[in-house]
Every structure is written in structure tokens, then in C-alpha cells.
């Protein structure tokens, strides 16, 4: 590893700290270094606040060396106004002399402009370093932007013998039967605080009545998108309890929205996956994970349109029931949580 890769990998080390709270920004480190030490460093926390190279020019006490050093950042410098100025002129009005950058920012507003910038400033700039790792950090917001709709990960538990859920009984209560154990139950809340948003099916309401959100797990709850073509789920349901943001789609035109509650009518007779898809990005969200049953899983499955799936395959066998989605399995790695086998599939399409 060379001194510049040394370097971007603690910038990506420090952007982590923001994982789940910079949405609807990227996640940004940035490391400032003078003969070979660092000077100053800091990370994008939230929306709104100082970025990364702000931070780490911010913590460097002795500001005359930073016409000597060089400042390196996961993520291209912004060179446009938002909620923050442009980074890039914080950097030119530093006289910072010499930039790394990790990888090209995807956002239209940047792509490259603040590259152009520092280099028409004079600065030393150099792009690409531990590129394939950069653009990992932020594969939910080079999705967005590249591909104009949210990271998608398919998540789901399943049987040994391969059921989501057992045969129905009649006036059994509305719960969730559990397929898995604790911990990997707190696992999926701390994957709920990390993404911007959670899909459920219809039936997956009308079985379990879900909260949909991280209360096993400390940390943002994420929007709730619930489908519900002819409006079956009970306004005494969990969904509807106005404590998290909710988009519902609906067939009906009488649905009115609350400013927590949101009513989108979509054609259900079309495939659904891109009028779903089209929303989401109009609401600016970057990832969702989909919690649906089998026909939701399986339509996103069927589509392509999905990065991501998370398995889980309890000790539990239920003989019959609701069978699991099928997937071609892609990129696959395996992991255990006790007693529960946790199955991680990648889509490269």
C-alpha cells in the first residue's frame, strides 16, 4: 500500500462514522497531511452541517502548514452551492497546494467541475485512489445518481425446509411467527437505521401488522413504503400510527395524505416495479430494504431490479406453507448469527 492509498483508506475509515445519518449526502472523509503525519481529519455527519474538508481544516491548529500539505478526501469536493459552500473553495482559499481524490463524484451538480476547479486554481490534484473501495462507501448514492433509483436490498427469513411462513390458520391473532433468533433480529433493526427506507406487501401487513422500524436498535427509523392496492390494511394497523414518515401505494384517488402519511395512487394493472421505483427516487431515496412476502420479493426479483439479498435460514421447519423467493444466486458469501445461517447475495447486473 502505497502513501496515498494509506491515506484515503483512513479517509473511508472516518466516512463510515456517518453511515445512515448523511442521507440524502454521500458519506466523506477527509485527511489533511504534512511530511507524512496527519494534521487534521475529520467526516460528513449529517445534511445540513459542515462537510468532511471542512471538519479537517477546521481541526488543524496550526493553519500555516496547510500551504504546505496536502488534504486527501474519499469523495471529489463539491463545487456548487447547497446547504454548505463549495468545498473546493475552502481548499483554493487555504492555498492547500496538493489534493487526492478517491473518486469522481456522480452528482450531475459535481461530476468533475470541482476537479476542474482546483486544477484552473493551480493545485497538485490527483483522482482514483482505491477508486473500487471509494465508490463501495457509496454504493447507495452512486446507485441514486447513476441509475436514478434507490440501492435495493431484498431481505427475507426463511425455513430449513425452505417456507417464509406457515400454512395459514383461521383466527389465529395477527403476529409475526419468528424463523430466526434474537440477534439476528436486532441485526435487521440495525440494517433498518442504515437505509432510508423499508418496503412491505400488503398480505405482510394484513398477517403481521409490522412497526417497521428500529426499536431493537438505536438510530434513525427508516420511511415506511407499504403496498396497498384496494386499501385492505385497517387504519388500527401499526403503518398508520403517524410516528414515521409513510408513502402508500393505492389504486384509489379518495386516499387523502397527512404530512406523515402519504397516499400515492399508481396503476396496478402495469408493472408496478418501476411506478414504485419512479416515486422513490421523486422523494430522493437512496436505499430501501424490502421486506415484502413472496409476490413482492419475487416481482423485484423477476425485474432484475434489486443490488443486494440477505438471507437468513432459521433451524426452524414448518413442512408447509409459504415457499421462499428463487434466486439465482450471484455473488454469494455466507456468514452465522448462532444458530441462524445469514446468506449475502450481490447483483452485478
Known sequence: MNTHEKYIKRCIELAQNGFGTTYPNPMVGSVIVYNDKIIGEGW???????HAEVNAIRSVKDK???KKATIYVSLEPCSHFGKTPPCCDLIIANEIPNVVVGTVDPNEKVAGNGIKKLIAAGANVVVGVLENECNELNKRFFTFHQKRRPYIILKWAESQDGFLAPEKILNQERKPVWITNTYSRQLVHKWRSEEQAILAGTQTVVDDNPKLNTRNWSGNNPVRVVLDQNNRISKESFIFDNSVKTILFTKSENQFSTENTIFEVI???QNVIPQIIAVLYQNQIQSIIIEGGLQTLQSFI??????????FIGKINFNKGTTAPVLQKKTTTKTYIQTDELINVRNHD
Open 44 to 50: 460528513h455527519k449529517k445534511a445540513g452541517e459542515p
Open 64 to 66: 500555516s502548514l496547510l
Open 267 to 269: 396503476d396496478f394493472n
Open 302 to 311: 423477476d425485474a432484475n431490479i434489486w443490488d443486494e439479498a440477505r438471507i
